[in-house]
């Protein structure tokens, strides 16, 4: 009864997952960003990144903000409409996160 309980959760809890989120898996497209640092206060990250010429700077938030450093190479997936809003992925030991700004 747990298992079969476990894994009904654990399948509705993934496609959760992969179809409330905003930009999601199956309309959105990836880029490469930056993270950067545009404050004095180094706790303040963004990242930045490019789509075709355009060029996007978010700020971070939330806990994953803590996980990476200025400099570092991350992936962004964001809505084709209006590139602007996008979310960075995060691998962590803990698996697949989002960082949503």
């Known amino acids: 009864m747990i298992k079969t309980a476990t894994i009904v959760y654990l399948i509705c809890f993934s496609c959760y997952v ?17 993270i950067v640092c545009l404050e004095k206060d180094k706790k ?15 700020p971070l938030k939330g806990w994953g903000a803590r996980q990476v ?25 803990t698996g697949l996160n989002y960082l949503n700004f």
Not at 23 to 32: K, T, V
Not at 70 to 83: Q, T
């Open 69 to 93: 450093a200025e400099g570092d190479a991350v992936e962004v997936i964001h809505d084709p409409s209006p590139p602007s809003n996008g979310s960075m992925i995060l691998f962590l030991l």
């Open 44 to 58: 303040k990250k963004s990242v930045r990144y490019r789509v075709g010429s355009e060029a996007f700077v978010v």
């Open 18 to 34: 992969l179809f409330t989120r905003q930009p999601d898996y199956f309309n959105g497209e990836f880029a490469r960003g930056t």
